[in-house]
């Protein structure tokens, strides 16, 4: 059973930075990719950056223009998301989640592949 427990949210300061960690476990197959997503309540959720557990090859929306940072610790199973620049826009509660690549590119895994597993999120507050 896979499990993904997102940790690292809290209350930052505009222009301040947070990293976000998803744990991951119970992977069979190293063809899987995990994505940030984020949700506003009553807004509809959004793709922020994901990254390929077999590659490495890494994608983000639009929107983060270079503000944040995806990695991955394979000896920790763990994947990082480091976000800088933090504007209040960014408040949202951000999940962890992963799908199979199955050859697709990573745009369109994030933006339109069904995730097959999620975390339970962690909140992000960005806030003077």
């Known amino acids: 059973q896979v499990q993904l427990v997102e940790s690292g949210g809290g209350l930052v300061q505009p222009g301040g930075s947070l990293r976000l960690s998803c744990a991951a476990s119970g992977f069979t197959s190293d063809d899987n990719v995990i994505a940030w997503f984020r949700q506003v309540p009553g807004k509809e959720r959004e793709g922020v950056s994901c990254i390929s557990l077999r590659e490495g090859s890494t994608y983000y929306a639009n929107f983060v223009n270079g503000r944040f940072t995806i990695s991955k610790n394979n000896a920790e199973n763990t994947v990082y998301l480091e976000m800088n620049s933090l504007k209040p826009e960014d408040t949202a509660i951000y999940y962890c989640?992963?799908?199979?690549?199955?050859?697709?590119?990573?745009?369109?895994?994030?933006?339109?592949?069904?995730?097959?597993?999620w975390g339970k999120g962690t909140l992000v507050t960005v806030s003077s």
């Open positions: 989640a992963t799908t199979s690549r199955g050859g697709y590119g990573l745009g369109y895994v994030i933006n339109y592949k069904t995730m097959d597993y």
